[in-house]
Structures are given as C-alpha cells and as structure tokens.
C-alpha cells in the first residue's frame, strides 16, 4: 500500500470514511483497527473486514451500517 493520500483518498485500497478521514477499504492491509474505514482489522490476515452485524461494533459503542458494512 502507497502513501495515504488525505485530499482525495486516490491511493489504491483507500476509501473516505464518510467522517472527512481516508482510510483502508475491506480486503486490503492494515495493522490497527483505526487503519480500516470499518474499523475492523482482522490481526490474523492483517486485512480489514467488514462488519457483520451490530455485534461486530460494540466495542465502539456503535451499530453497524447494513449497505456500507462499517461500523457507524
């Protein structure tokens, strides 16, 4: 993964968290959960996931979005 572009979240595997904030899309590689756009950082395969239910996001106190699969 290249250097994060901040601007206009042009850089591959970038996606704009709907927050002013670019950030990693599902399926590309992270190493925190606050690397992901869906806040979810799979450690075992170093990839961001999708969220899967509202359970996948209560350690953030928040719900997940069903169309966009990050946590809200």
């Known amino acids: 993964m290249g250097k994060?572009?901040?601007e206009t979240c042009n850089s591959p595997g970038e996606?704009?968290?709907g927050k002013g904030q670019c950030k990693v899309q599902t399926g590309y590689t992270c190493k925190t959960n606050?690397?992901?756009?869906?806040?979810l950082?799979?450690?075992?395969?170093g990839t961001c996931k999708p969220c899967?239910?509202?359970?996948d996001c209560a350690?953030?106190?928040t719900t997940c979005d069903p169309v966009l699969k990050f946590c809200k």
């Open 4 to 6: 994060i572009d901040y």
């Open 15 to 17: 996606v704009c968290n």
């Open 59 to 61: 350690i953030y106190g």
């Open 52 to 55: 899967a239910s509202s359970a």
């Open 41 to 45: 950082c799979d450690l075992a395969t």
């Open 34 to 39: 606050t690397d992901c756009a869906s806040k």
